[in-house]
């Protein structure tokens, strides 16, 4: 009764931001994303007899109570559905920071669904490892899956209605690059449950935010489906500025950029103006993913390279969806 | 037929942006301010026969050619009004640096507007007054009063219906002060006139902003009558943000921000969750303003000097109105 698997993290190019019901995790808004190939987490899953407890270790720490419930409760989904009523001894590493606006919870529950189920002796779908990972985290539905996917809104209520499917796979357009940089390995203040709660509750911009969603989607699958480069920039880089705009306008006040965010942020447009074609996107936390072509990779690097605040660049291409190993 | 004036800039605790009326300059929304009694700009304009162009020297410097053509605009409705067509000579002098987010057109329209109607041989009355210098710069029409200032919204097309009114002289509040840091010296890259445009024409919050702005005009205006500080400081700083929140949504984004402007932001709520009161006001450029009261003003500016990025802070109290010298 034991399992591991490997889930890749995923960059949202449409925002996930608020959710419509919050005991199922089903979002107001679908949302679109890239997996990448270089940010991992790899979770083992051993049910056991034995034990009297849950045990997770994860990047060789016990967890909180409250992290711990969380995770207890996630594993009782799959206990329920396999029939059976062992305790578990999980172990899980990230390969990169947890909580800093890395979508480790997108790579971690992907990971945890897949492992913990296999150990339980399911054998799910991709669809029903979806729906599944979303209820640990929502955007864990996304990184089932490998390449451009699309995760479904759904309906409030229905926990079948709401989960992610693949646009295109990970090969399908190789020259396409996120440069990951990293300029602050502290934890983020506010964790995005409780910010996009917050966010929902008191933003004046929330409902404006959520009725530009569908036109920023079609024109995202647009951009991709006939690889245009800059109008899938563009469009991610709106939708990212209207996210944070909103988070802003919440009370009291979400502020996920640091001072670093922000002259990077001036820097991209920057060289974007100089022909560098090159586009930001930013999540709950500081870090800055940027969004290139291969032509211009090395051009960027080489201005990345210059800059005495980044602490490392990960360069990720698409990578591909959970899986066992 | 020469005349000196002084007006002091002011600063908009209720945020001024975008315009229904270009012509007239005509704002969509209601505004407040507070007159600042250490920023200001000293105009001297002389009508002479003699002279076959008008002359602009401010801060030292001849003005471009638009910078030319915008103020000798400005003088013919002067000149019209007044019946006379000689052209003039104009010196005008900032204590503060230009077009760097510190409205500096604020004072300096305020001033010119009183200088150039007095050596017209025009006595206008301060309404009047406000109105003429609203159509130099908006927020000049509040310039030309002292204390707490209201300018009203009034109607396109109608030149007489927006117009600033004392709410409170600069007397009122002595505690009051609004501490103006300078982070950067440099010229703001957008205009705060081509800004706005651009954020009413393109932005999808810009309708949403201005649907809140009533509400914080009335929590402010309470707050100023109770001399309750925390709800004015609560009320500005959201107000602040989301006009900002509409600039970053702006196509193209406005980022008047730089690293700084996000760090002190930052430090300032990390300042009050420590029990020392200040709030953050920022306008179109890097700069922050911090309003506080006389019973933390040690505590911050010991704060502000510890702090290597910072260039010059200003104390500022409620200043006077516009005035000849």
Redesign the interface.
Known sequence: MKASAKANANIALIKYWGKKDKTLNIPFNSSLSVTLDKLFTITSVEFNKDLSNDIFVINDSIQSDSEHSKLSLFLDLVRNRAGINFKAKVISENNFPTASGLASSSSGFAALALAATKAAGLNLSPKELSILARKGSGSASRSVYGGFVMWEKGEAGVDESSFATQLFDENYWPEFKVVVVILQNEKKDTSSRDGMNNTVATS??Y??WL??IDEDLKNLRNALKNKRFSALGETA??NC??M???M??A???L?Y???????L??LI?KWRAENLEVYFTIDAGPQVKILCLDKDLIRLQKKLSELKFIQNIIVCSAGSGAKLI
């Open positions: 004046p911009f409902n404006v009725a530009t880089e709106l500025l209207k944070h705009a909103t802003l306008t009370k009291p006040s502020v950029w640091n001072s670093q965010t922000v002259e942020m001036k447009s």
